[in-house]
C-alpha cells in the first residue's frame, strides 16, 4: 500500500487479557517504529527494527510488552496481561533511510476496561 | 525528564490570529523535525530544520531554528480553523549503531474558533 496500515483501528479489551496490535509499514522501508500516545500527549517510543539488526527494544514499559518483526515486514505488538494504564493510542512508523522521512500509520486505540 | 520541552501546552485563539509554538531544550540537535497531528490520526511531517538559525515557510507557517540549534519555533500567520491540532517536535536521538529514533516533545494542541 501507499502508507503505513495499523490494524484494529480500535481494540476494547478486558483487563488481565492479551492483545495484538498489527502494523504494515510501507514497502521498501527498513525501519519501522512502535510509539504510545496518551491522550493529547505527546509520543512515547516503544520499540526499532532496522533490517536484520537487533531491536532497539529500550522503550518497552515492562516485560508484558513484546513485538516482533517477521521478513524485514509485518511486525506486531503484544500486550500480555492487560492493564487499564495500558489505554492509549499506538502509533507504528516506518522509514526508508537516513536521515528522516518517518511515516506513520494511523495508529490502534487501545482501551483496557 | 523531557529531552523537548514545548511550550504552551494548550492554545486556543480565534480565526485571523497569529501565534508562536516554542520547542526548547538544553541540548543541541543536528536537526529539528515539527510535525502536525490531527484527531484520529498520525503525526504528519510539516518540515525538517538543519542548520543554525535557518527560517523556512510552508504558506501561513514560519519554523525557525535557532542560532545554537537547541531551539525552534513554529509561527502561523492569520490561522485558521484548519489549522487546529497537535503541533509536535522531534529531533533524531543517534545510537551506537549510526542509526537513530525520533524523540518527541509534549505538543502543543492548538484550537482555532471560526
Known amino acids: 500500500g501507499a502508507g503505513v496500515s495499523q490494524s484494529p483501528s480500535n481494540k476494547v479489551t478486558e483487563k488481565g487479557k492479551d492483545v495484538e496490535l498489527r502494523c504494515d509499514p510501507i514497502?521498501?522501508?527498513?525501519?519501522l517504529y512502535w510509539y504510545r500516545q496518551s491522550l493529547g500527549q505527546g509520543l512515547e517510543f516503544l520499540i526499532y527494527?532496522?533490517?536484520?539488526?537487533?531491536?532497539?527494544k529500550s522503550g518497552l514499559p515492562s516485560d508484558r510488552f513484546s513485538a516482533e518483526r517477521t521478513g524485514g515486514s509485518v511486525s506486531t505488538l503484544t500486550i500480555q496481561r492487560t492493564q487499564q494504564e495500558d489505554s492509549a493510542v499506538y502509533l507504528c512508523?516506518?522509514?526508508?533511510?537516513?536521515?528522516?522521512?518517518?511515516?506513520f500509520g494511523s495508529g490502534t486505540r487501545l482501551t483496557v476496561v | 525528564t523531557q529531552l523537548l520541552e514545548q511550550s504552551p501546552q494548550f492554545l486556543s485563539i480565534q480565526e485571523g490570529e497569529n501565534l508562536t509554538v516554542y520547542c526548547n531544550s538544553s541540548?543541541?540537535?543536528?536537526?529539528l523535525q515539527w510535525y502536525r497531528q490531527e484527531p484520529g490520526e498520525g503525526p504528519v511531517l510539516l518540515v525538517t530544520?538543519?542548520?543554525?538559525?535557518e527560517v523556512k515557510k510552508l504558506k501561513r507557517l514560519t519554523f525557525q531554528f535557532g542560532d545554537a540549534r537547541k531551539d525552534s519555533s513554529l509561527h502561523i500567520t492569520a490561522a485558521q480553523p484548519g489549522d487546529t491540532g497537535l503541533y509536535l517536535c522531534?529531533?533524531?536521538?543517534?545510537?551506537?549503531?549510526?542509526?537513530?529514533?525520533?524523540?518527541f516533545g509534549q505538543g502543543t494542541t492548538l484550537q482555532v474558533k471560526p
Open positions: 530544520v538543519v542548520t543554525g538559525g
Open positions: 522531534a529531533t533524531q536521538k543517534w545510537l551506537a549503531s549510526n542509526t537513530g529514533k525520533l524523540i
Open positions: 527494527f532496522q533490517g536484520n539488526s537487533a531491536p532497539d
Open positions: 541540548s543541541v540537535f543536528s536537526s
Open positions: 514497502s521498501g522501508h527498513t525501519a
Open positions: 512508523a516506518s522509514r526508508e533511510g537516513q536521515p528522516m522521512g518517518y511515516t
